[in-house]
Protein backbone atom coordinates (compact mmCIF):
# COMPACT_ATOMS: atom_id res chain seq x y z
CA UNK A 1 0.00 0.00 0.00
CA UNK A 2 1.17 3.56 -0.50
CA UNK A 3 1.64 4.80 2.77
CA UNK A 4 3.72 1.74 4.04
CA UNK A 5 5.22 -0.27 1.26
CA UNK A 6 7.79 2.28 -0.15
CA UNK A 7 8.62 0.45 -2.85
CA UNK A 8 4.99 -0.51 -4.34
CA UNK A 9 4.07 2.82 -4.28
CA UNK A 10 6.54 3.14 -7.19
CA UNK A 11 5.45 0.64 -8.95
CA UNK A 12 2.14 2.36 -8.52
CA UNK A 13 2.85 5.58 -9.14
CA UNK A 14 4.79 4.68 -12.06
CA UNK A 15 1.65 3.29 -13.61
CA UNK A 16 -0.22 6.61 -13.32
CA UNK A 17 2.80 8.03 -14.89
CA UNK A 18 1.88 5.93 -18.22
CA UNK A 19 -1.59 6.87 -18.09
CA UNK A 20 -1.16 10.60 -16.93
CA UNK A 21 1.77 11.44 -18.63
CA UNK A 22 0.55 15.18 -19.40
CA UNK A 23 -0.31 15.70 -15.78
CA UNK A 24 3.38 14.15 -14.80
CA UNK A 25 4.82 16.82 -17.71
CA UNK A 26 2.73 19.89 -15.85
CA UNK A 27 4.22 18.97 -11.97
CA UNK A 28 7.35 18.68 -13.51
CA UNK A 29 7.47 22.25 -15.38
CA UNK A 30 5.88 23.88 -12.03
CA UNK A 31 9.19 22.37 -10.26
CA UNK A 32 12.02 23.46 -12.99
CA UNK A 33 9.94 26.88 -12.62
CA UNK A 34 10.27 26.97 -9.06
CA UNK A 35 13.94 26.11 -8.89
CA UNK A 36 14.85 28.43 -11.83
CA UNK A 37 13.31 31.10 -9.99
CA UNK A 38 15.51 30.75 -6.72
CA UNK A 39 18.32 29.25 -8.11
CA UNK A 40 18.70 30.31 -11.37
CA UNK A 41 18.71 29.28 -15.02
CA UNK A 42 22.23 27.52 -15.40
CA UNK A 43 22.15 24.05 -14.72
CA UNK A 44 25.83 24.14 -13.73
CA UNK A 45 25.27 26.27 -10.82
CA UNK A 46 21.99 24.56 -10.02
CA UNK A 47 22.28 21.20 -8.28
CA UNK A 48 18.46 21.31 -7.69
CA UNK A 49 17.46 22.46 -11.30
CA UNK A 50 19.90 20.04 -12.71
CA UNK A 51 18.41 17.09 -10.91
CA UNK A 52 14.63 18.14 -12.49
CA UNK A 53 15.95 18.48 -15.36
CA UNK A 54 17.36 14.98 -15.67
CA UNK A 55 13.85 13.58 -14.36
CA UNK A 56 12.09 15.06 -16.87
CA UNK A 57 14.44 13.47 -19.62
CA UNK A 58 13.60 10.25 -18.04
CA UNK A 59 10.17 10.60 -18.14
CA UNK A 60 10.87 11.76 -21.95
CA UNK A 61 9.44 15.69 -21.40
CA UNK A 62 9.88 17.24 -24.79
CA UNK A 63 13.20 19.75 -24.44
CA UNK A 64 10.58 22.58 -25.57
CA UNK A 65 8.78 21.93 -22.50
CA UNK A 66 11.85 22.12 -20.11
CA UNK A 67 13.56 25.17 -22.12
CA UNK A 68 10.11 26.94 -21.22
CA UNK A 69 9.80 25.96 -17.66
CA UNK A 70 13.40 27.17 -16.87
CA UNK A 71 12.76 30.37 -19.14
CA UNK A 72 9.19 31.13 -16.55
CA UNK A 73 11.21 30.12 -13.65
CA UNK A 74 14.19 33.27 -14.36
CA UNK A 75 11.92 35.67 -15.88
CA UNK A 76 13.13 35.10 -19.96
CA UNK A 77 9.24 34.34 -20.54
CA UNK A 78 5.93 35.68 -19.56
CA UNK A 79 4.51 33.42 -16.76
CA UNK A 80 2.18 32.38 -13.80
CA UNK A 81 3.25 33.05 -10.38
CA UNK A 82 3.55 29.85 -8.67
CA UNK A 83 3.94 28.88 -4.64
CA UNK A 84 4.85 25.75 -2.41
CA UNK A 85 2.45 24.79 0.23
CA UNK A 86 2.31 21.83 2.34
CA UNK A 87 -0.95 20.78 3.53
CA UNK A 88 -1.51 17.93 6.47
CA UNK A 89 -4.56 15.95 7.44
CA UNK A 90 -6.03 12.53 8.60
CA UNK A 91 -7.49 10.11 6.64
CA UNK A 92 -9.76 7.14 7.23
CA UNK A 93 -8.35 5.01 10.05
CA UNK A 94 -6.31 7.96 11.91
CA UNK A 95 -3.78 7.30 9.30
CA UNK A 96 -1.56 10.62 8.59
CA UNK A 97 -1.39 12.26 5.24
CA UNK A 98 0.88 15.42 4.51
CA UNK A 99 0.16 16.80 0.96
CA UNK A 100 2.40 19.22 -1.27
CA UNK A 101 1.37 21.33 -3.41
CA UNK A 102 2.53 23.75 -5.90
CA UNK A 103 -0.26 26.64 -7.32
CA UNK A 104 -1.30 29.80 -8.89
CA UNK A 105 -4.09 29.75 -6.74
CA UNK A 106 -3.35 28.85 -2.75
CA UNK A 107 -7.92 29.19 -2.23
CA UNK A 108 -7.90 26.82 -5.16
CA UNK A 109 -5.72 24.06 -3.45
CA UNK A 110 -7.31 24.20 -0.27
CA UNK A 111 -10.34 23.94 -1.28
CA UNK A 112 -9.47 21.10 -3.89
CA UNK A 113 -7.70 18.87 -1.13
CA UNK A 114 -9.93 19.53 1.77
CA UNK A 115 -13.11 18.69 -0.34
CA UNK A 116 -10.62 15.34 -1.01
CA UNK A 117 -10.33 14.30 2.52
CA UNK A 118 -14.03 14.79 2.83
CA UNK A 119 -14.68 13.19 0.46
CA UNK A 120 -13.67 10.01 2.50
CA UNK A 121 -14.61 10.72 5.72
CA UNK A 122 -11.01 12.20 6.73
CA UNK A 123 -10.25 15.92 7.41
CA UNK A 124 -7.35 18.75 6.64
CA UNK A 125 -5.65 19.49 10.35
CA UNK A 126 -3.46 22.49 11.42
CA UNK A 127 0.61 22.77 10.36
CA UNK A 128 2.28 20.59 12.77
CA UNK A 129 -0.77 19.18 13.67
CA UNK A 130 0.61 15.43 11.29
CA UNK A 131 4.15 16.51 10.24
CA UNK A 132 5.87 14.99 13.67
CA UNK A 133 5.28 11.88 12.51
CA UNK A 134 7.66 12.21 9.82
CA UNK A 135 11.14 12.71 8.67
CA UNK A 136 11.38 14.99 6.12
CA UNK A 137 14.17 13.58 4.35
CA UNK A 138 15.89 13.16 1.04
CA UNK A 139 15.17 9.45 0.02
CA UNK A 140 16.52 7.04 -2.65
CA UNK A 141 15.29 3.68 -3.76
CA UNK A 142 17.91 1.99 -5.85
CA UNK A 143 17.09 -1.69 -7.31
CA UNK A 144 19.85 -4.53 -6.26
CA UNK A 145 20.40 -4.58 -10.20
CA UNK A 146 21.81 -1.35 -10.01
CA UNK A 147 24.89 -1.20 -7.62
CA UNK A 148 26.24 -3.22 -4.13
CA UNK A 149 25.76 -1.98 -1.04
CA UNK A 150 29.54 -1.61 -0.64
CA UNK A 151 29.83 0.49 -3.48
CA UNK A 152 27.07 2.41 -2.50
CA UNK A 153 27.87 3.26 0.70
CA UNK A 154 31.43 3.83 -0.86
CA UNK A 155 30.04 6.33 -3.44
CA UNK A 156 27.62 8.43 -0.98
CA UNK A 157 28.45 7.86 2.27
CA UNK A 158 31.35 11.28 1.23
CA UNK A 159 28.54 12.72 -0.38
CA UNK A 160 26.15 12.93 2.56
CA UNK A 161 24.14 10.18 2.96
CA UNK A 162 23.32 9.44 6.30
CA UNK A 163 21.82 5.62 6.04
CA UNK A 164 21.54 3.05 3.72
CA UNK A 165 18.92 0.08 4.61
CA UNK A 166 19.08 -3.19 2.24
CA UNK A 167 15.79 -4.93 1.69
CA UNK A 168 14.80 -8.04 -0.62
CA UNK A 169 13.36 -5.04 -2.87
CA UNK A 170 16.60 -3.08 -3.14
CA UNK A 171 19.00 -0.21 -1.39
CA UNK A 172 17.12 2.63 0.71
CA UNK A 173 18.83 5.68 1.06
CA UNK A 174 18.48 8.38 3.09
CA UNK A 175 19.71 11.92 3.58
CA UNK A 176 19.30 15.57 4.94
CA UNK A 177 17.74 17.37 2.52
CA UNK A 178 20.10 19.83 1.65
CA UNK A 179 22.54 16.76 0.35
CA UNK A 180 20.28 15.63 -2.03
CA UNK A 181 21.56 17.07 -5.00
CA UNK A 182 24.49 16.01 -4.55
CA UNK A 183 24.18 12.83 -3.80
CA UNK A 184 21.74 12.22 -6.84
CA UNK A 185 24.61 14.08 -9.16
CA UNK A 186 26.87 11.72 -7.58
CA UNK A 187 24.77 8.55 -8.62
CA UNK A 188 23.86 10.06 -12.06
CA UNK A 189 27.99 10.12 -12.78
CA UNK A 190 28.12 6.64 -10.94
CA UNK A 191 25.81 5.43 -13.93
CA UNK A 192 23.20 4.55 -10.92
CA UNK A 193 19.75 5.03 -11.74
CA UNK A 194 17.43 4.92 -8.94
CA UNK A 195 13.73 3.38 -9.07
CA UNK A 196 12.73 6.87 -7.32
CA UNK A 197 14.53 9.68 -5.80
CA UNK A 198 12.88 12.32 -3.82
CA UNK A 199 12.76 15.17 -0.73
CA UNK A 200 9.83 12.53 0.90
CA UNK A 201 7.95 12.98 4.28
CA UNK A 202 8.79 9.30 5.83
CA UNK A 203 6.88 8.04 8.42
CA UNK A 204 8.32 7.18 11.77
CA UNK A 205 5.33 5.06 12.96
CA UNK A 206 2.39 3.33 10.52
CA UNK A 207 -1.00 2.89 11.68
CA UNK A 208 -2.03 -0.65 10.74
CA UNK A 209 -5.26 -0.54 8.78
CA UNK A 210 -7.19 -3.55 7.10
CA UNK A 211 -8.13 -4.73 3.34
CA UNK A 212 -11.34 -2.61 3.37
CA UNK A 213 -9.93 0.39 4.89
CA UNK A 214 -6.64 0.51 2.57
CA UNK A 215 -8.95 0.22 -0.47
CA UNK A 216 -10.50 3.77 0.65
CA UNK A 217 -6.84 4.82 1.42
CA UNK A 218 -5.93 4.24 -1.97
CA UNK A 219 -8.96 6.08 -3.85
CA UNK A 220 -7.86 9.09 -1.60
CA UNK A 221 -4.35 8.98 -2.68
CA UNK A 222 -5.68 8.80 -6.50
CA UNK A 223 -8.13 11.47 -5.86
CA UNK A 224 -4.98 14.25 -4.50
CA UNK A 225 -2.76 12.87 -6.95
CA UNK A 226 -5.45 13.76 -10.09
CA UNK A 227 -5.10 17.03 -8.90
CA UNK A 228 -2.87 19.40 -11.08
CA UNK A 229 -1.94 21.50 -7.59
CA UNK A 230 -0.70 18.46 -5.86
CA UNK A 231 3.07 18.08 -6.29
CA UNK A 232 3.12 14.42 -3.68
CA UNK A 233 1.45 12.42 -1.65
CA UNK A 234 2.59 11.02 1.79
CA UNK A 235 1.29 8.82 4.28
CA UNK A 236 1.45 6.45 7.16
CA UNK A 237 -0.62 3.10 6.71
CA UNK A 238 0.20 -0.23 7.30
CA UNK A 239 -1.94 -2.25 5.02
CA UNK A 240 -2.40 -5.95 6.69
Known amino acids: MAGHNKWSKVKRLKAVTDSRRGKVFSRLSREITMAAKTGGGDLDGNARLRTLVLKAREANMPADNVDRAIKKGT ?119 PASAEIAYIPTTTVPVNAETAAILEKLHDVLEENDDVQAVFSNEDAE
Do not use: W
Open 75 to 193: GELPGVIFEEMTYEGYGPGGVAFVVQCTTDNKTRAAKDVRAAFNQFDGNLAQAGAVAFQFIHAGQFLIPLDQTSEDKLLDLTLDAGADDVVTTEQGFELRCNIHAFDKIAHALATAGIK
